[in-house]
């Protein structure tokens, strides 16, 4: 089965030490390099003698401290990985990072914000219907002074952790895969897999772990269809900047995996209906983006051989 986003792997080079080293060097760079920022500063509060200042061991956010710093010291790993991905990419798989995202044509960001904008209405859509099935549980907690700067500095940082992710998990690896695997379901399967499994940690998983994870599952498992459907990344990009900004910045929970000045604040969090009304969601997104026809993209091939010499002339 031809795939002009699965095949834009082989034009670089695909020996499996390739992709194990990348790999390794990716989760080095997240896990190591870029949380030591956090440790450091995370260290300094513990010594600094004020009980104001803290550490949430749940998601390791510093509280009491200014929440842009908090924010930024969390997106820190995803910003290195990003950079270590990208450099594993050129130099290792000899290929464009844009090939990550659509081969054979640029980026359409205008499609990118289209999918963001879409996203962005139906997760409104699903806090108004929960406002209204638990009445009382979303608190206006507007701080103007703290939300700004906050909410300036998310549209900044927050792309960058979701691109990190999706380009990664919808891009270097789908991809990846795809050099052995063709069949779509089940490289979105995997793909709904590898992405839950980061999410095991996240403080939410208490509250149950069946649909949370159903949930991380589902949302990746949705975003690697479409990616696969429209052969290109460009609607998984702008769905999960979108998702992870609107949870940051308008309406947030109280005890989420990152705790930030939201416009609404809700009081609880109710698993199975984020899980079920995020299933609707994605299911509309589905029906409205995957339609797109593959013959919009153009296939990758390899370069053209060069033309061979011209046979001398006779005399």
Do not use: K
């Not at 509280?63 to 997106?75: D, F, I, N, R, T």
């Not at 789908?174 to 979105?188: D, F, T």
């Amino acid at each position: 089965m031809s795939n002009a986003f699965l095949d834009a792997a082989r034009l670089g080079r695909n020996d499996w030490w390739r992709y194990a080293l990348s790999v390794i060097i990716v989760l080095f760079s997240t896990l190591v390099l870029g949380a030591l920022p956090l440790t450091v500063a995370a260290v300094l509060v513990s010594l600094d003698d004020d009980p104001a200042t803290t550490i949430n061991f749940a998601n390791g956010a510093l509280a009491g401290v200014s929440p842009v710093l908090s924010l930024v010291l969390l997106m820190l790993p995803f910003v290195t990985g990003l950079a270590a991905l990208l450099g594993c990419v050129v130099l290792f798989h000899c290929r464009a990072p844009r090939t990550l995202i659509t081969p054979g044509r640029p980026v359409r960001w205008r499609r990118v914000l289209l999918a963001a904008a879409v996203w962005a209405g139906l997760v409104a859509l699903l806090a108004a219907v929960e406002a209204l099935l638990y009445p009382g549980r979303f608190a206006f907690t507007l701080d103007l002074p703290r939300l700004l700067p906050f909410a300036l500095a998310a549209l900044l940082v927050v792309p960058l952790q979701t691109s990190a992710e999706e380009l990664f998990f919808r891009g270097y690896l789908l991809q990846g895969l795809g050099l052995w695997l063709r069949q779509p379901l089940l490289l979105s399967l995997l793909s709904g897999l590898a992405f839950a499994a980061p999410h095991l940690s996240n403080p939410e998983v208490n509250a149950g772990f069946w649909p949370v994870m159903g949930f991380y599952f589902l949302f990746g498992f949705v975003l690697a269809a479409v990616t696969l459907r429209t052969q290109s990344a460009e609607v998984a990009l702008g769905v999960h900047a979108s998702n992870n900004l609107f949870t940051a910045v308008v309406a947030n929970f109280a005890g989420s995996a990152l705790e930030t000045p939201s416009l609404f604040t809700a009081s609880g969090f109710s698993p199975w209906y984020n899980l079920i009304g995020s299933a609707c969601a994605l299911l509309v997104l589905y029906a409205l983006f995957a339609r797109q026809s593959p013959r919009t993209i153009i296939p990758v091939a390899p370069p053209p051989a060069a033309d061979p010499a011209p046979p001398p002339s006779g005399r």
